[in-house]
């Protein structure tokens, strides 16, 4: 898909003068990555977070890097963004640890997607053969295959996918991370700072507004997840279409010594829940997530959502009966109309957007970082991130015209 010609062809933004600044909304992995990236290029930036940065998707996520068992259907052209940002964890979280002495669990075990009855196991060879049809690498597993890998699972266990590629990070600790080397990098961090509004003059950006202060600014990356919508200010043109997707969540405590499981496991879901997984953090914390649930903004938990999330994990994975349960949370996805991210500049000059991440903020932060600050800093967009841009839900809606 080609973008918009009167912003492909946008001169980089002047960070060399007096009062240019670069102001980001929203402090999650993909602000403060972004931050972090286009101070090392020595830009005037600051971070907003109407809280403290990192603690709402960010916070709330898994931390997993799995582009191929969540690939789906219909949704091929992420698959490329998805490959390329999952092969720059590893020098990324390289890099964090370097930075800061942080190191973000970055862990290599693989994923496991598990059948647990006859309409599971064809399901999953369905999928299987989807996965093959895209050259990913992935590997059928019997169920004594599968639990000779991971005997803890249950014994109903008929079949898996085996995908050695999809690898996990603690996402808190990434969070802590990346706040970490944004600072260090000469980049300033306003917590607790609700940006209300952003203004434009004569159709482009110029500055933001704080409570009673008006801040003039160069450019305005919106990373403000599943509130970047609402903000005040915004142009219409320039709007992005993002609405809050629900996800409760919980937390079991495994033997850090002894966990019950080294890969991160996916299993079969209901209405609620369309996929159990439990996801192992080296502290021995078991993450289990995660249900799907069209709620706004509402971030409360149910009897419900628990119960669900328990039962299923339970299935897979019997011995988490005794285990302690140490925390329950939900967490609001920022979720577009085509369930993609939306980057990279707008019709507003100087407003650029990297919101819209849906399941995959995690994943795709060390490439929406390079990719939107090698934008603002050159002013060219990257190939990898032209299907993605805004004005392609205007070409949906005169397909459909």
Request: glycine share 10%; aromatic share 6%; charged share 20%.
């Amino acid at each position: 898909m080609q973008g918009n010609p009167s912003i492909l062809n946008m001169a980089p933004l002047e960070l060399g003068a007096v009062a240019a600044m670069i102001a980001i909304i929203g402090g999650g992995i993909c602000g403060l990555g972004i931050g972090w990236r286009l101070a090392q290029s020595g830009a005037k930036v600051t971070v907003y977070d109407r809280g403290e940065a990192g603690m709402e998707a960010t916070w709330a996520a898994a931390g997993m890097l799995a582009p191929h068992v969540e690939a789906e259907h219909g949704e091929e052209e992420l698959l490329p963004l998805a490959l390329e940002s999952r092969d720059m964890w590893k020098g990324f979280a390289r890099e964090l640890h370097s930075e800061t002495n942080i190191d973000v669990d970055y862990r290599e075990e693989g994923t496991l997607v598990v059948g647990l009855d006859r309409d599971d196991v064809e399901h999953l060879e369905h999928r299987s053969a989807y996965f093959e049809s895209l050259e990913l690498d992935v590997e059928w597993l019997s169920g004594y295959e599968a639990r000779k890998r991971e005997p803890h699972l249950a014994r109903a266990i008929g079949g898996a996918i085996y995908s050695p590629l999809d690898h996990q990070v603690d996402n808190r600790k990434v969070a802590e991370a990346l706040k970490a080397a944004f600072l260090n990098t000469g980049g300033k961090l306003k917590e607790h700072t609700e940006v209300t509004e952003v203004v434009t003059s004569n159709g482009k950006v110029a500055a933001v507004k704080i409570a009673e202060e008006t801040v003039a600014v160069e450019a305005v990356v919106l990373a403000a997840g599943a509130w970047s919508r609402n903000l005040a200010g915004l142009p219409e043109i320039s709007r992005p279409p993002v609405r809050p997707l629900k996800g409760q969540m919980i937390a079991i405590q495994m033997d850090p010594e002894n966990p019950l499981i080294e890969n991160v496991i996916w299993g079969p879901g209901n209405g609620v829940v369309p996929s159990i997984y439990l996801a192992p953090k080296s502290d021995g914390r078991l993450i289990v997530g995660a249900t799907v649930e069209e709620m706004g903004f509402d971030t409360g938990l149910t009897a419900g959502g628990v119960m669900e999330l328990l039962r299923l994990a339970w299935d897979v994975l019997p011995g988490i009966y005794d285990l302690p349960l140490v925390e329950s949370w939900a967490g609001l996805r920022p979720a577009s109309r085509d369930d993609a991210p939306i980057l990279g500049p707008t019709k507003t000059p100087g407003l650029v957007l990297a919101t819209g991440h849906h399941r995959n903020g995690i994943l795709l932060a060390p490439l929406t970082a390079q990719a939107i600050s090698d934008y603002i800093t050159t002013g060219e967009i990257s190939s990898s991130i032209q299907p993605f841009l805004l004005d392609r839900f205007e070409s949906s809606v005169a397909a459909t015209a």
